[in-house]
């Protein structure tokens, strides 16, 4: 029996290799015949992981698995693990803890800490190319951004922001300050609300705008939050992942950010209405201002508190991503019908409960 040929060494590592949008991004860079590793917690991880790629009809051959921990430095990375991604050129972090309710101690250490762990061990890989950080929409518009903050400013903003977003502020202001005092090429994606598949819906998401939809669909929802122009963009997660697999290969400038969002999201009470209609329940009857759903006890309108700040009528400036994805011959899915397929496959999956 003729040996196997040597596997060729990643080029790529995707931190949150095991998340929502890790696991599609992963997808897309095997299809694209790009060797890659992915960082996980333990085996069962890796196992499961791999089960996904290949249900979904990916060859992962070239895929390495690697033990790691982002809120350790070194990435927790064994010396014959970090041996084995010597050749890595191209860092995706998407590794976050993603969830409302969360105390600071508990989002820090990775949505701080962890950037930071992610951005210092890239600046050892002698063949760097560029880290991808996975920001927030609402995150990392200030163009000095400033870190670190001293603690009373820090504590300020958590308790302004709710742990999640003041965790993942902190974390963007961190990696582009310190990026170029690396040396490191550095690039953040700034992503809207992420929906499922374009074609078959599939989530696995299950938060932010998930739960509203889950409220709609239970009766829940007699009074939508926000203004006739409250505007709350989406973004499908195999564009996302289109998107963020080719910016290696498009960006130059040692730091750099896009938003990238659907513009042609309708309005939140169009929205609304649309999947209300598509998922045969009654709308919202009209609107509550955002200041007063504050007010309200949690009990009485069903809204977590951390949520009402993505509810704006802002506007994002996508051109660069705009620009980024006409070079790279990329195009965003129709928004209506994905958006009525993951409505569907959320019921389906009655959010995340089978």
């Known amino acids: 029996m003729a040996p196997l040929p040597p596997r060729t060494p990643p080029r790529t590592l995707v931190l949150g290799a095991t998340g929502f ?20 917690r333990d085996s069962d991880r890796a196992a499961a992981l791999r089960h996904w790629l290949r249900a979904h009809d990916a060859d992962d051959a070239a895929l390495t698995t690697v033990a790691a921990d982002l809120t350790r430095p ?17 860092v995706h972090n998407l590794a976050a803890r993603y969830d409302f309710g969360l105390t600071r101690a508990q989002a820090e250490p990775a949505n701080v800490h962890g950037a930071l762990h992610a951005l210092e061990w890239s600046a050892t890989r002698p063949r760097l190319r560029r880290l991808v950080h996975l920001s927030g929409y609402r995150v990392g518009r200030d163009p000095q ?20 977003e003041a965790s993942k502020q902190l974390g963007d202001a961190a990696v582009r300050v310190t990026a170029p005092r690396l040396g490191v090429p550095l690039t953040t994606v700034n992503p809207s609300s992420v929906i499922g598949h374009s074609r078959t819906g599939e989530a696995g998401q299950y938060l932010g705008l998930a739960q509203l939809v889950r409220r709609l669909h239970r009766g829940r929802l007699p009074l939508l939050p926000g203004t006739r122009r409250t505007f709350l963009p989406v973004v499908t997660v195999d564009h996302l992942a289109r998107f963020l697999a080719v910016v290696p290969d498009h960006d130059r400038a040692p730091v750099q950010a896009h938003t990238v969002l659907d513009p042609d999201t309708p309005l939140l009470p169009e929205l609304i209405a649309l999947l209300a209609t598509h998922l045969g329940v009654r709308p919202p009857r009209g609107l509550v201002p955002v200041p007063l759903v504050r007010r309200l006890p949690r009990a009485l309108t069903g809204a977590d ?21 006409a070079a790279a ?3 965003q899915p129709p928004v209506a019908p994905a958006l009525t397929r993951w409505a569907t496959r959320l019921v389906e999956e009655d959010f995340g409960t089978k």
């Open 305 to 325: 508190p951390e949520t009402l700040t993505f509810l704006s009528e802002d506007r994002y400036d996508t051109t660069s991503a705009d620009h980024l994805s």
């Open 329 to 331: 011959g990329l195009t």
């Open 21 to 40: 949008l890790g696991r599609w991004l992963l997808l897309e860079l095997l299809f694209r015949g790009e060797p890659v590793a992915a960082a996980v």
């Open 145 to 164: 951004p400033r870190h670190p903050l001293d603690e009373r400013a820090t504590a300020a903003l958590y308790t302004r922001l709710g742990a999640y």
């Open 74 to 90: 070194g990435l927790g990375l064994s010396p014959e693990d970090d041996a084995r991604l010597t050749e890595v050129r191209d």
